[in-house]
């Protein structure tokens, strides 16, 4: 049972990434998904959720209009497409599933690298 976060890499301002999260050993039509966010040396912030049913319930100011959340039942897999890409985008970047009505995730992905950089 895990998550596996692919799809970062080294891009320049302006330009836009895919980032793929695949659950295998589960499905993940009932679990709510989110992506978080990782900088060097900050916290980790929240970037964007959905529940179950595909209702994205939350964006971070930062990437409103920009970043979107969405999810393909039929390969078991959610996306965050990331376009005008910033530096400040720069950082690792993880998935988690919550099963709908738990109060914490229940699955982390390993993350992913993103590197906005001219």
């Known amino acids: 049972v895990q998550l596996q976060a692919s799809g970062g890499g080294l891009v320049q301002p302006g330009e836009s990434l895919r980032l793929s999260c695949a659950a295998s050993?589960?499905?993940?039509?009932?679990?709510?998904i989110g992506w978080y966010r990782q900088a060097p040396e900050k916290g980790r912030e929240g970037v964007s959720c959905?529940?179950?049913?595909?209702?994205?319930?939350y964006y971070a100011d930062t990437v409103k209009g920009r970043f979107t959340i969405s999810r393909d039942r039929a390969k078991n897999t959610v996306y965050l497409q990331m376009n005008t890409l910033k530096p400040d985008d720069t950082a690792v970047y993880y998935c988690a599933a919550k099963f709908r009505g738990d109060s914490v995730w229940n699955y982390w992905g390993q993350g992913t690298q993103v590197t906005v950089s001219s």
């Open positions: 959905m529940t179950s049913s595909g209702v994205v319930l």
């Open positions: 050993g589960f499905t993940l039509d009932h679990y709510a």
